[in-house]
């Protein structure tokens, strides 16, 4: 049964690709099956990539893909694994593309880069893109991508995670609840979340303001807006809890659990929210393992022992990026123009797709040190993609020789690219230094 849904996902993913069909989905297959590759222009010579190496950046550069029909294909077959009345959860968050020395790539603005030394400025240029994954019922490295765009330097990040939650959320038709980092909250991300009527748990920064009901103490004057104060930083506005649960971890360490409802930020003060407390007294209080965390709710639905738990699987977005970046070369793929970018990035989502397709037929390919009595990993699996994609077979169409190129004309002087400068956003408008 497994095969045939992995046959037929094959198929109707082909039918969503337009110019360039054959080169794109044989550059998939090769990305698939060739585990050993280190750039892009090695999966040419995969055995799965049937054609030359220079169709390879035709079909980036000329190829078309139907991104709301592959959408809806990833979407239909991804949910065929879950039962129908599984709550869902999807994560969605912004990965850096560094693109510092390329000068002839347009739209190039400012971009974050972790991980740097502290004497370094955490900052770089390149792309931004936004991925809305499928989060996996028990936390780790199989995600399914939902959807994955570029945000342009004319956008944010939450005005591109917005609109890819309304294209997503009505192919789920389940419960679903959205889990991000703190970034994500603000009041018009909350208020589309809410029409779209989604759960939410996001991260909430600890000196972040909010409100509760306002109360007139006075028959003079109008009547106010806001009412007293909630911030993480002043421990005298953390009065009026109206739930607090103690609990231990799975590692039987105690945990402090404490919600407040019926507040509201001053930006969206039509949005009710709540917001949660975990206090852990066995965590390192480091960045990584802080000791206090603060998230928000749009509704108090949710069991305080479950948020925890809960939005310990966002961290499998992190892991579903680190395998696409290490593994499936998502950021070394070095081509000249955002679309095709794009286009490559749609690529390795199909690809990790497939994977999380092919999970449940259990072939994997250890190596000695590796032991099997712990759950596959997408690595393993990748391993056994030459020997099924062979079983599994092509949709694309065999490969025609079209003779030999006869090459530039005598006296073609090719130009010199055009050069972009990086965008530099501003409160007032966009800029670009050159």
């Not at 698939?32 to 222009?41: F, G, K, T, V, Y």
């Not at 971009?111 to 936004?130: E, H």
């Not at 600890?206 to 006075?218: A, E, G, Q």
Request: net charge positive.
């Amino acid at each position: 049964m497994y095969f045939n849904t992995l046959t037929d996902f094959r198929q109707q993913a082909y039918a969503c690709f337009g110019r360039g069909a054959d080169a794109l989905f044989n550059l998939c297959d090769a990305l698939l099956s060739e585990s050993e590759a280190r750039s892009l222009i090695e999966l040419s010579q995969a055995p799965a990539f049937e054609r030359g190496w220079s169709s390879l950046y035709q079909g980036l550069t000329n190829g078309k893909i139907d991104e709301d029909a592959l959408r809806a294909v990833c979407i239909h077959a991804l949910l065929q694994q879950r039962g129908g009345e599984e709550l869902i959860c999807i994560s969605i968050d912004c990965s850096s593309v560094p693109r510092p020395e390329a000068e002839t790539s347009p739209d190039r603005g400012i971009i974050y880069v972790p991980n740097l030394p502290r004497a370094t400025k955490p900052v770089s240029v390149g792309w931004q893109f936004s991925t809305v994954m499928l989060l996996p019922t028990e936390p780790g490295s199989w995600v399914g991508i939902l959807d994955q765009r570029r945000v342009r330097t004319d956008q944010t990040a939450t005005e591109v995670a917005l609109i890819q939650l309304r294209e997503v959320v009505p192919h789920l038709k389940r419960r679903v609840v959205i889990l991000a980092d703190r970034w994500y909250a603000t009041a018009a991300f909350l208020r589309a979340c809410k029409e779209l009527g989604c759960q939410v748990l996001i991260r909430l920064k600890r000196n972040r303001k909010l409100y509760r009901k306002p109360v007139r103490k006075s028959k003079k004057g109008r009547i106010p807006l806001d009412g007293a104060l909630l911030q993480g930083t002043r421990a005298e506005t953390l009065t009026g809890a109206d739930e607090s649960v103690s609990a231990n971890d799975e590692k039987g360490r105690p945990v402090h659990l404490t919600r407040w409802s019926g507040l509201h930020f001053k930006q969206g003060r039509d949005v009710e929210v709540c917001v949660v407390r975990v206090v852990r007294e066995g965590a390192k209080n480091s960045k990584r393992d802080p000791r206090e965390s603060w998230f928000v709710q749009l509704s108090a639905d949710m069991p305080l022992q479950e948020v925890a738990p809960t939005y310990a699987h966002r961290f499998s977005h992190e892991h579903g990026y680190r395998f696409m970046k290490q593994d499936l070369l998502w950021t070394q793929a070095h081509v000249r123009t955002p679309e095709q970018f794009e286009r490559w990035s749609l690529l390795v989502a199909l690809a990790l797709n497939q994977l999380l397709l092919a999970r449940p037929l259990g072939q994997a390919v250890y190596r000695p040190w590796e032991p099997k009595q712990r759950p596959l990993t997408p690595r393993q699996v990748r391993r056994t993609m030459p020997s099924l994609l062979v079983q599994l077979g092509t949709p694309t169409r065999m490969c025609q020789k079209r003779g030999k190129s006869p090459g530039r004309a005598s006296g073609f002087h090719p130009q010199p690219a055009p050069r972009h400068g990086v965008v530099l956003k501003s409160k007032h408008k966009a800029k670009t230094k050159g």
